[in-house]
């Protein structure tokens, strides 16, 4: 068994005597929940059957959302996975958490995040996954973490007591859950309130379902999404991109045609380095799945608008096969809840680094502050004494996390916290001031998919966006009359109140949050 950090036991021990002297008459006040915090990587709404039933079944993650709360304007700051998490774990933005983009950043380990806060609150904290910070986490009784993006099969773990990398044999999204649930059963201590962050790597790019589930959706015809042939009229930014699922959707890596009569694709090489991740039996499996598909490719040979509907149904049926076992994976992790009896008292929360293209715009990956890539998917079980349940369209971001979990655990949210508690919404409270707004600022360019940087703001109605650096562009969307933003309405005359009004919003939150460089940007 192992046993908490030497090092951390004076200060555990002074925090849970003050815990303790907290609760009346020795009783737990309600207000020490538990936190299981699942979070997927690339998973976005249009894939879970709870927000969207055209795809998918996600049974597991539904039950999620079927007995509690799903939130049909959740959004990340930042949509893209270090600087996500980075805001999660600070309720900070990007600027103000240092941690902007997934290349250049490194996330400063020693500055306040909400798990030492939990942990000094006398909480159990735990991270197995997907940590994609840089260095090794800080604030965590436990880690085992995946180095950088980490691998599909038998995968390589990074861990506390070795820091030298262990490889473990197996599927990614098993192994994740178990030593989660390893960690649940054997390894916390039971007395303490605790928050374990299950963080997976499905649903990242090159989507390797596990072999089990490699036949899954062969039938199924996905519908192509209206805008799939988009040609991006009047949004320069949008046209710019390297995220095409026609152009730039690599054949080989990304949907595993793998064959010495195709010409080499640019990842090729990776996708032969992933490959030798398998053992022997399961790249035999893995070829007598994919060997015939490419046969059958080879003697189409589609082209043009032909091979991109090609491509399209490949991604989203690998996509869907690697979605299977997370979905498992969850319901695993749900039933052990269940039966220990701590699902009265733990808020269980399942959620993605940020949304993702499925053909809209003919795209894959993120990065964009459009509505696919913006948008978090977000559903929550409650604990028992929260009687909410059902939609919430309150527009929360991903920078509430912290302060929400705090106030959950009975600590002082620190004032320099940027996020606000969700607690209420979750009690059901009538919250009449809750935010109008929300704040949003992408910097990885030039990078792998050439999004331009840009920052925004983004109201139950409108969207206004900047896009700088190498562009000077503005783009407005009416969500109401545009819900799938293909018409930039920033020149048109009718709109130049509403354009006023929210520039002056923009300076609002740019001032308020302190995003000085972009305050400059904007003219002020
Ligand atoms: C990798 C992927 C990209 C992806 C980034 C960021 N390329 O670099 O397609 O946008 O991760 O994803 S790959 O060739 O390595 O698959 S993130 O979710 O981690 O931010
Ligand atoms: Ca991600």
């Not at 020693?110 to 159990?124: H, R, V």
């Not at 929260?386 to 509430?400: A, L, P, T, Y």
């Not at 819900?483 to 308020?512: C, F, G, S, W």
């Amino acid at each position: 068994m192992r046993h908490t950090p030497l090092a951390a036991l004076p200060l555990a021990s002074v925090a849970l005597a003050a815990w303790m002297a907290s609760c009346s008459g020795g009783k737990a006040e309600p207000r020490h929940y538990n936190i299981v915090y699942i979070m997927a990587d690339d998973h976005t709404a249009q894939m879970m059957s709870c927000y969207d039933t055209r795809y998918v079944e996600t049974p597991n993650i539904d039950r999620i959302a079927s007995d509690g709360l799903l939130f049909t304007n959740s959004f990340v700051a930042n949509s893209i996975s270090g600087p996500s998490r980075a805001c999660l774990l600070t309720g900070k933005h990007s600027h103000a958490n240092g941690f902007k983009d997934n290349t250049t950043s490194v996330f400063d380990g020693t500055q306040q995040t909400f798990p030492k806060l939990l942990q000094q609150a006398g909480y159990q904290t735990a991270i197995i996954g997907k940590w994609h910070l840089g260095g090794t986490p800080t604030g965590f009784d436990f880690w085992e973490i995946l180095p950088g993006q980490g691998d599909y099969y038998n995968p390589h773990f990074i861990t506390q007591d070795d820091t030298a990398m262990v490889q473990k044999a197996g599927y990614v999204t098993d192994i994740i859950t178990d030593e989660s649930l390893d960690w649940l059963k054997n390894k916390r201590d039971k007395d303490r309130p605790f928050c374990l962050m299950i963080h997976h790597k499905a649903m990242h790019r090159n989507w390797m379902a596990d072999i089990d589930d490699l036949p899954l959706y062969e039938d199924k015809q996905f519908t192509l999404p209206d805008n799939f042939d988009d040609t991006y009229e009047g949004r320069q930014a949008a046209r710019e991109q390297e995220m095409s699922i026609a152009a730039d959707m690599d054949l080989t890596y990304d949907l595993k045609m793998l064959h010495d009569d195709l010409p080499a694709t640019p990842l090729k090489g990776t996708y032969l380095g992933i490959r030798g991740t398998m053992t022997e039996d399961e790249r035999q499996a893995w070829d007598a799945f994919y060997g015939p598909i490419i046969d059958d490719f080879l003697s189409s040979e589609p082209e043009g608008k032909e091979l991109a509907e090609w491509k399209y149904q490949r991604y989203m049926r690998d996509y869907a096969k690697t979605l299977k076992s997370l979905d498992d994976n969850v319901g695993r992790v749900l039933d052990y809840l269940e039966q220990e009896g701590l699902m009265d008292n733990t808020l269980v929360i399942y959620i993605s680094d940020q949304g993702f293209y499925m053909g809209e715009h003919g795209w894959f990956d993120k990065r964009f502050m459009y509505e696919e890539s913006m948008h978090m998917p977000l559903v929550m079980h409650l604990p028992k004494d929260f009687k909410r349940s059902g939609r919430v369209d309150e527009m929360v971001q991903n920078i509430d996390f912290a302060p929400t979990f705090l106030e959950l655990a009975g600590v002082t949210v620190p004032d320099d916290i940027q996020g606000r508690s969700m607690l209420p919404l979750l009690r059901g409270d009538s919250v009449a001031d809750w935010r109008g707004s929300l704040y949003y600022h992408y910097y990885e360019y030039p990078a792998e998919h050439m999004v331009k940087r840009h920052y925004g703001v983004r109201t139950e109605r409108y969207k206004l966006i900047h896009f700088y650096d190498d562009i000077d562009t503005w783009e407005l969307y009416d969500l109401q009359a545009d819900p799938h933003e293909m018409h930039n309405a920033y020149a048109d005359p009718a709109m130049r109140p509403v354009i006023e009004q929210l520039r002056n919003e923009l300076v609002k939150l740019q001032t308020q949050y302190a995003d000085t460089l972009a305050l400059r940007l904007n003219g002020f």
